[in-house]
């Protein structure tokens, strides 16, 4: 019988062309002015600690108090000079005339020093620098400074919370430039392999980088009406989620656009049949991501707020540019994007192959691995079950607690060589005391309690002016500066402020000095990392059922069915603790690092469960396609071979974007790039090609339980009835059976 073809179809001249080019310009407009908007996200981004914490943390609060004692934001710079040997007088005199040379580069600003240490081997300097100052800018003059000026043969260093920020804002200096470059090189070589065309590579990387100066407008906008805090951390992340998530939803869209070209040889008609095919999955998939990110908002740690809205908007960009400036790229392009090797228009009996066994028409690894999966379905995910819950046994391992802000820099830092000199020759914590704010009338007990404790080298109350209360000594002042009934008191650490024995001391002060003043607060640096830390343990615990629970909602909305979303949140779950046993691993015995940020569980678990369920949507909603004309067992071996390949290829590019995080050396980026990298490969390779398919193989038909499509009386569940008396273990035999 003869057929009419649509090959011949013309969509009208405004479709064809007005369309597809009005939404190119808007596109281009819009890089246009979010592209030179990225060198100015400095301005509203800040790697300030204190400021990522609730208002209601002790060490917030026990800021705000500090602040009404002081007349300017400052932080304090440490300057250590450091000798072999003891100083001899002339080498201390002319140590001490740096004093007025840093008073003269810093003016206005009263520097403490020198203070010679106990074995007579180095002397410190503490100059508060304005935190409204550029202070990477002030550190760097400090440095070279104090190295023209010391005295000949010494170390110097400019180290404390100013020199460790300067260090910190240096490391993610890079985040503008050289890691945007490793990303979207390693996504155009990927593609090149993927596509093997010169122009199609090109137009997927052009909708990422529009999508993503889309995304730096929006974030710009929001940090600059305050809505968000803005950081380096963010900045990166978002960066490589825009990439990642853009050239994902650009291969699935590609994908079902080159399976349109085998039907019509019209380009428009070709891209209208991709965008209806593609547009749910995209959607269900980015609107996923966004909410997943967006229960970040529960976070007490501001920190992870800005990081949700941030993200969220990324991924919102990324959605938009891969359904309206691909398509339209593509309307234009036609064939010609895949050049040299174009797709083939299909005779019209092989476009809609009859389907027996699911394999039919598959060639390659994908009929292999669907022939596995037919064959043995109980084996291949029990097996893969078991293999991920031995790597999973290694989260136990993995050292989430913090880790000290010296050890967060992975490169060579002056201030980080400068808090070990520090720690050689005065008290660890010297230049960034814990701050206690205690009542006026038990100023004293609580004074004595606290220079009682042990870890603490040393404290005194705090007058008008900032210098110590010292009674007796002429001309010290012998008042302590009072705030509302409040002093404050300045006492400094045996051990350096950012380890974990500094962090002991602050807890051990807390317990101790409450029982004096009920309503003390201890503050400072020390107690900030403190609090972080167990405010985003605590965050793990609030998050991660929200998370899932809101994931859980949407795949069931997607696929009409209760079983297969419990089962493919459970699959996700079950691989991030693989990805996050194996990365403990790998972080203690390879890497070496001293532990983890409190934070990389949560972020870990946020990119990684809502990436793959990105994965899950995209095999599952057509699984659930081909379920619907063939048969649930015969459409989950036609689902996994037509999007074995863009699935891999998706997964490979994500893994590859967030691996090039690794090239800013910041202990918490490193680890999430191997994390989020690992985990991906793991979900696309085990999971989502072997796992999923053999489980869902292996329950049939009741995988759409409560849903119509697997009861006893639909028409999916009867062509599945019909073919039970195929063997499921030769579908070889069963195709060749069906084909005859």
């Given at each position: 019988m003869k057929t009419t073809s649509p090959a011949t179809t013309r969509a009208p001249l405004w479709l064809r062309w007005l369309v597809p080019a009005v939404l190119v310009l808007a596109w281009l407009a819009i890089a246009g002015i979010g592209g030179p908007t990225f060198g100015r996200l400095s301005e509203v981004s800040s790697n300030d600690q204190a400021s990522f914490l609730p208002a209601g943390a002790e060490a917030t609060e026990a800021a705000d108090w500090q602040a009404k004692f002081r007349d300017s934001k400052e932080i304090p710079a440490v300057i250590v000079v450091e000798s072999d040997s003891a100083f001899t007088p002339a080498q201390l005199r002319e140590a001490a005339a740096l004093k007025g040379t840093l008073e003269a580069l810093q003016a206005g600003s009263t520097v403490i020093g020198p203070i010679p240490s106990e074995d007579a081997k180095a002397v410190q300097f503490v100059v508060p620098i304005d935190s409204s100052a550029e202070v990477k800018t002030v550190v760097k003059e400090l440095r070279n400074e104090v190295q023209a000026s010391a005295p000949a043969g010494m170390r110097t260093f400019v180290t404390g919370p100013a020199g460790l920020t300067a260090d910190l804002v240096s490391a993610f200096a890079g985040i503008d430039g050289i890691l945007l470059l490793v990303a979207l090189g390693a996504v155009f070589l990927i593609l090149l392999i993927v596509y093997r065309s010169l122009l199609l590579p090109v137009m997927v990387l052009f909708t990422s980088v529009f999508a993503l100066c889309a995304a730096i407008l929006l974030v710009f906008g929001m940090a600059k009406a305050g809505w968000i805090q803005l950081n380096g951390q963010s900045q990166g992340i978002l960066s490589i989620l825009v990439i990642g998530a853009a050239t994902d939803y650009a291969l699935l869209y590609v994908a079902r656009f080159r399976e349109a070209l085998t039907h019509t040889t019209d380009r428009t008609a070709a891209a209208l049949t991709a965008w209806k095919a593609a547009w749910e999955p995209i959607l269900a998939s980015g609107a996923t991501v966004i909410i997943a990110l967006l229960c970040l908002l529960f976070s007490d740690l501001n920190s992870n707020k800005a990081l949700g809205p941030v993200a969220a908007a990324g991924i919102l960009c990324a959605l938009f540019a891969a359904l309206t400036l691909l398509p339209a790229l593509m309307a234009l392009l036609g064939r010609a994007a895949f050049w040299p090797f174009r797709p083939k228009l299909l005779p019209e009996t092989q476009r809609e192959p009859e389907l027996v066994t699911g394999l039919e028409g598959q060639k390659g690894l994908w009929r292999a691995t669907g022939s596995l999966v037919a064959r043995r379905p109980r084996t291949v995910w029990v097996a893969s079950v078991l293999l991920l819950l031995v790597a999973g046994a290694g989260l136990l391992q993995l050292k989430a607690n913090g880790v000290a802000q010296t050890d967060v820099i992975l490169t060579a830092s002056n201030a980080v060589d400068g808090q070990e000199a520090l720690g050689r020759h005065f008290d660890a914590g010297s230049g960034s005391p814990a701050v206690i704010v205690a009542d006026e009338a038990k100023a004293q007990n609580v004074?004595?309690?606290?220079?009682?404790?042990?870890?603490?080298?040393?404290?005194?109350?705090?007058?008008?002016?900032?210098?110590?209360?010292?009674?007796?000594?002429?001309?010290?002042?012998?008042?302590?500066?009072?705030?509302?009934?409040?002093?404050?008191?300045?006492?400094?650490?045996?051990?350096?402020?950012?380890?974990?024995?500094?962090?002991?001391?602050?807890?051990?002060?807390?317990?101790?000095?409450?029982?004096?003043?009920?309503?003390?607060?201890?503050?400072?640096?020390?107690?900030?990392?403190?609090?972080?830390?167990?405010?985003?343990?605590?965050?793990?615990?609030?998050?991660?059922?929200?998370?899932?629970?809101?994931?859980?909602?949407?795949?069931?909305?997607?696929?009409?069915?209760?079983?297969?979303?419990?089962?493919?949140?459970?699959?996700?779950?079950?691989?991030?603790?693989?990805?996050?046993?194996?990365?403990?691993?790998?972080?203690?015995?390879?890497?070496?690092?001293?532990?983890?940020?409190?934070?990389?569980?949560?972020?870990?678990?946020?990119?990684?469960?809502?990436?793959?369920?990105?994965?899950?949507?995209?095999?599952?909603?057509?699984?659930?396609?081909?379920?619907?004309?063939?048969?649930?067992?015969?459409?989950?071996?036609?689902?996994?071979?037509?999007?074995?390949?863009?699935?891999?290829?998706?997964?490979?590019?994500?893994?590859?974007?967030?691996?090039?995080?690794?090239?800013?050396?910041?202990?918490?980026?490193?680890?999430?790039?191997?994390?989020?990298?690992?985990?991906?490969?793991?979900?696309?390779?085990?999971?989502?090609?072997?796992?999923?398919?053999?489980?869902?193989?292996?329950?049939?038909?009741?995988?759409?339980?409560?849903?119509?499509?697997?009861?006893?009386?639909?028409?999916?569940?009867?062509?599945?009835?019909?073919?039970?008396?195929?063997?499921?273990?030769?579908p070889t035999e069963n195709e060749e059976a069906g084909v005859r």
């Open positions: 004074l004595a309690k606290v220079k009682a404790s042990d870890g603490v080298g040393d404290a005194y109350l705090l007058a008008d002016g900032g210098a110590p209360v010292i009674t007796g000594a002429p001309g010290a002042p012998a008042a302590p500066a009072v705030r509302d009934g409040k002093v404050l008191i300045n006492a400094t650490l045996d051990h350096a402020a950012d380890s974990a024995d500094a962090e002991n001391a602050v807890v051990s002060l807390r317990q101790e000095l409450k029982k004096i003043d009920a309503g003390v607060l201890v503050g400072g640096v020390t107690a900030t990392a403190l609090d972080t830390n167990t405010t985003a343990q605590r965050d793990l615990v609030t998050i991660i059922p929200v998370v899932l629970g809101v994931i859980l909602v949407i795949l069931m909305l997607l696929l009409r069915s209760v079983l297969a979303p419990v089962l493919l949140v459970a699959s996700v779950v079950l691989s991030y603790a693989a990805a996050m046993g194996v990365s403990a691993f790998v972080f203690n015995n390879v890497f070496g690092f001293p532990g983890a940020d409190a934070t990389v569980p949560l972020f870990g678990f946020v990119f990684l469960v809502a990436l793959g369920v990105d994965y899950n949507i995209f095999l599952m909603s057509r699984v659930r396609e081909e379920s619907l004309k063939h048969g649930t067992r015969a459409g989950i071996l036609r689902g996994l071979g037509v999007t074995g390949g863009v699935i891999t290829s998706a997964g490979v590019v994500l893994a590859a974007t967030f691996a090039a995080l690794g090239v800013i050396p910041i202990m918490f980026l490193v680890q999430l790039a191997f994390i989020v990298a690992f985990g991906v490969l793991l979900d696309t390779v085990l999971v989502r090609s072997l796992l999923v398919p053999a489980l869902a193989y292996d329950i049939g038909p009741r995988l759409w339980w409560p849903g119509k499509l697997g009861r006893p009386g639909s028409g999916a569940a009867a062509r599945d009835g019909d073919r039970s008396s195929l063997s499921a273990e030769n």
